[in-house]
Each structure stands twice: as structure tokens, then as C-alpha cells.
């Protein structure tokens, strides 16, 4: 699983978490690290999943959403956005908007 969040204590809470059960992870603390990933070291033939927080600095997840969309349509079923901003109009609005998992 590729987890993409800017915040370092999310992440190391998550990646214990998940390793724990069993699961590889592999951490980008932001979507344009995640991006860079994926495109340059074939991460695309060994990952199966990736999650990715809506709000971060540089490019949020919904704009990781869309380079996605266009570049790799068929991630788009093994993508979850996840937000603890449930209150925002805006973001509530976009993630309607999109094909893949969402977690509030």
C-alpha cells in the first residue's frame, strides 16, 4: 500500500497500524512524492492500494485524484481519499465528484 499524507505522525500512527496486520507500506508525504513514485520506479506493478489525504500543501488528493484519472484510470478503483473535513462545502462537494473510496 503506497500512504500518501503530509502530516509525519499520521503516517507513522497508520504504517504501525497497518503493518501490524500484515500489510507492506510505503510512505510519501506528499502527492507530488507519491506521483514522482509511481511514475519513476515501476511502483505501479507492486502496489495494490493507495490512500491519500484530501488536504495537503503543494497538491491535495483530489488533484492526485485527477493526474491519476488521466494517467492511470484503471488506479483509480485502488485509490481511497480520505478527509477529516467533513464540514467543508467545497470538499464535500469534490469528493462527490469522484470514482474512487472515500473516508470520512
Known amino acids: ?3 500518501v499524507d503530509d ?9 504501525r497500524f497497518l ?6 507500506v510505503e510512505l510519501c508525504a506528499s502527492a507530488l ?3 514522482e513514485r509511481l511514475r519513476t520506479d515501476g511502483a505501479w ?6 490512500v491519500s489525504d484530501v488536504k495537503m ?13 488521466t494517467e492511470r484510470p484503471e488506479w483509480i478503483d485502488r485509490l481511497v481519499l ?15 465528484t469522484v470514482r474512487c473510496a472515500v473516508l470520512e
Open 1 to 3: 500500500m503506497l500512504l
Open 7 to 15: 502530516e509525519a505522525a499520521i503516517r507513522q500512527a497508520l504504517e
Open 19 to 24: 503493518t501490524r496486520r500484515g500489510v507492506t
Open 33 to 35: 512524492e507519491a506521483l
Open 45 to 50: 506493478n507492486r502496489i495494490d492500494a493507495i
Open 57 to 69: 500543501p503543494g497538491m491535495s488528493g483530489l488533484e492526485f485524484y485527477r493526474v491519476l484519472e
Open 82 to 96: 480520505v478527509t477529516g473535513d467533513v464540514a467543508s462545502p467545497e470538499v464535500s462537494h469534490a469528493l462527490g
